[in-house]
């Protein structure tokens, strides 16, 4: 195969649930321990970190691969989903997986994967440990696709374990109470093997709790042991002194990771730090200064909160795309709605999202652009704008993100904001126009 027909056949000849949805889905480690066991067991050939969570799973691990990068370690990051190359979900210190990787893994192993017939996401985590093992990373951080306990990814023994926060998605796989989804989450945690909870939650704890004592694994609840002050956040930075135990150890940390709903992903990597410094991974204080100034660079993020254009006007895509992920994003938009004249909302989501709460959350008064990602499991426009209108929300449908864009940029002024968001396929589709 050429490099273009491997994509081709990665895409469109395997099961993929951002496309499709639930009937992508493969909930078991079956698949990815037979295709692993065929490989050679790729994944145990370096050290790893395994991140878990609803939210903030990807800022986590792009900011401990920056940190890690900084250190002067080769880093391998997986990540979930991708934007518009599949390779975003295997990188290397900041750079996508090689084309010649991909194809070459395409044309060695066709043969077996069309035997064993996995979905995409078990084919794209596999290359991943793959190519990590043969590039010899130091060490690699993977992120959980779906849940934790039968995820895919749930085959490493990491030397650390995150669980960023718990938030209700993905219900029909992993329950419909905080402490259900906690649990499936928790698989992640091995005998043995320090786990890092970000959010603590009088739901969740108690879950997390019964499931390390289990492993006689140590926990760590970062809230109870970071906290923050002095926070400024700006448009395109956030600065912050962050304490330990009420003494100060962070003194003004600034971060390109922007947006206030940051200020946990940040307390949960130092927590992380600090455990990886014990397992005789060298991070030095300044690392952590100069990776953090510089995250998106480093480690190659995008589609969070990210700026496509300071201003005349400004250009703003998140890709949050559940009530958890929103509920901050609204909070930040309504912190910087003073700066602007006009909020304008490019808004389009695929279906099973809560959609009628998330739209309860959003601004009354911006001006609304109603679309549809370009994939099966879209929710169309009209239906999107119809339980909008209902709430109180106003604008018209568009035909396609694009032509929403397009209109966007026309009406708003040099002092307004435009912000993209959504869905993950929305914030692609406004990224590849970019």
């Not at 951002?18 to 050939?45: D, F, H, S, T, V």
């Not at 130091?138 to 696709?145: H, K, L, Q, R, S």
């Not at 108690?206 to 609840?221: G, L, R």
Request: hydrophobic share 40%; net charge positive.
């Amino acid at each position: 195969m050429t490099y273009p027909q491997a994509i081709h056949y990665l895409e469109y000849e395997l099961p993929m649930y951002q496309k499709i949805g639930a009937k992508a889905a493969n909930m078991g480690l079956q698949n990815i321990q037979k295709l692993c066991a065929y490989l050679g067991n790729p994944q145990r050939q370096f050290r790893s970190i395994h991140i878990a969570g609803t939210n903030g799973k990807g800022s986590t691990a792009h900011a401990l691969s920056a940190i890690l990068q900084e250190s002067g370690y080769k880093v391998g990051l997986h990540t979930s989903p991708h934007y518009n190359d599949l390779r975003e979900r295997n990188k290397i210190n900041g750079q996508l997986m090689s084309k010649t990787a991909v194809t070459a893994f395409i044309n060695k192993h066709q043969t077996f994967l069309e035997h064993l017939k996995p979905s995409f996401f078990e084919v794209l985590v596999a290359m991943g440990f793959d190519y990590f093992a043969q590039q010899k990373v130091d060490i690699a951080i993977i992120e959980t696709g779906l849940g934790g306990r039968l995820d895919a990814t749930n085959i490493i023994m990491p030397t650390l374990s995150i669980i960023t926060n718990i938030g209700k998605e993905h219900v029909q796989f992993l329950g419909n109470t905080l402490a259900k989804i906690a649990y499936e989450k928790a698989g992640i945690i091995k005998p043995k093997i320090p786990v890092v909870i970000g959010e603590t939650h009088p739901e969740t704890k108690s879950v997390f709790e019964e499931v390390a004592n289990k492993n006689s694994s140590s926990i760590y609840f970062a809230q109870q042991n970071y906290t923050t002050e002095n926070e400024l956040f700006k448009l395109d930075s956030t600065t912050i002194d962050v304490l330990h135990h009420q003494k100060l150890l962070y003194p003004q940390l600034q971060t390109d990771l922007t947006g206030n709903f940051q200020r946990n992903n940040i307390l949960t990597v130092l927590h992380a730090v600090a455990i990886l410094q014990e397992k005789e991974i060298f991070i030095k204080k300044e690392n952590v200064y100069n990776a953090l100034k510089k995250v998106r660079k480093l480690s190659n993020l995008i589609g969070r909160w990210q700026i496509l254009k300071a201003r005349n006007p400004t250009i703003i895509a998140d890709s949050a795309h559940n009530l958890a992920a929103w509920k901050y994003v609204v909070k930040q938009l309504n912190d910087i709605a003073d700066n602007y004249e006009q909020i304008h909302m490019i808004i389009g989501m695929v279906k099973g999202k809560n959609e009628a709460e998330i739209l309860s959350l959003l601004p009354k008064t911006a001006t609304y652009y109603w679309c549809a990602p370009n994939l099966e499991r879209a929710l169309p426009a009209n239906i999107l704008q119809k339980k909008a209108y209902k709430l109180g929300l106003n604008g018209e449908v568009y035909s396609s993100e694009k032509e929403a864009f397009i209109e966007a940029k026309r009406i708003a002024k040099s002092k307004d904001l435009i912000f993209i968001g959504g869905s993950n396929f929305v914030v692609a589709e406004v990224l590849g126009e970019e």
